[in-house]
């Protein structure tokens, strides 16, 4: 598709999301099944919940334009979520590897909140203000569950890789 117009961007933008919240949904079952710590795991479930929720927000966005999601492949998203792989398959402390997790899982949140951002602002100058909106609800989702990571970073995880009393860390 060519990119003639904002609206075309606003588009491209928003099949490329909708691809990456995709492959999230196929990527977190695993993320949670693999982590060591509980807390991690669950942030990884309800995660997968929130993108659940994402993937319905678009496809009400794309009804609102009269689009579809076609068959981009968000290539970012692909490069994130094969990094998060490959730590899955490494062996070696499970606190240092879900320390890796989390890092990894915060790569793709910054990623996802910068993509709900421009296309946002595509949408805003466009006049979509229904759009931004919901567009505004998964980028808030994507946030929290960044602060959710640090959180679980923070206060436990990071302390237990590095050897360390997590009640330590908490202080700090």
């Given at each position: 598709?060519?990119?003639?117009?904002?609206?075309?961007?606003?588009?491209?933008q928003l099949k490329d999301i909708y691809s990456a919240e995709q492959q999230l949904t196929k990527a977190?079952?695993?993320?949670?099944?693999?982590?060591?710590?509980?807390?991690?795991?669950?942030a990884f479930r309800d995660h997968l919940a929130d993108t659940t929720r994402q993937v319905?927000?678009?496809?009400?966005?794309?009804?609102?334009?009269?689009?579809?999601?076609?068959?981009?492949?968000c290539q970012g998203m692909k490069g994130?979520?094969?990094?998060a792989d490959e730590l899955m398959e490494e062996d070696g402390s499970e606190a240092?590897?879900?320390a890796g997790l989390i890092s990894a899982a915060q790569r793709v949140e910054h990623y996802e909140i910068s993509a709900?951002?421009?296309?946002?602002?595509?949408?805003a100058l466009l006049g979509h203000a229904d759009i931004v909106k919901l567009l505004d609800e998964s980028q808030a989702e994507e946030t929290a569950a960044d602060k959710k990571l640090s959180?679980?970073?923070?206060t436990d995880v990071n302390a237990r890789a590095a050897g360390t009393d997590p009640s330590m860390a908490a202080r700090v």
């Open positions: 598709m060519p990119l003639e117009t904002m609206q075309d961007l606003l588009l491209h977190l079952p695993k993320l949670a099944e693999h982590a060591d710590s509980e807390d991690l795991a669950q319905e927000r678009l496809d009400r966005i794309f009804t609102k334009l009269d689009a579809r999601p076609g068959n981009v492949v994130l979520i094969e990094e240092v590897v879900d709900y951002g421009s296309a946002k602002a595509v949408a959180l679980i970073a923070t």
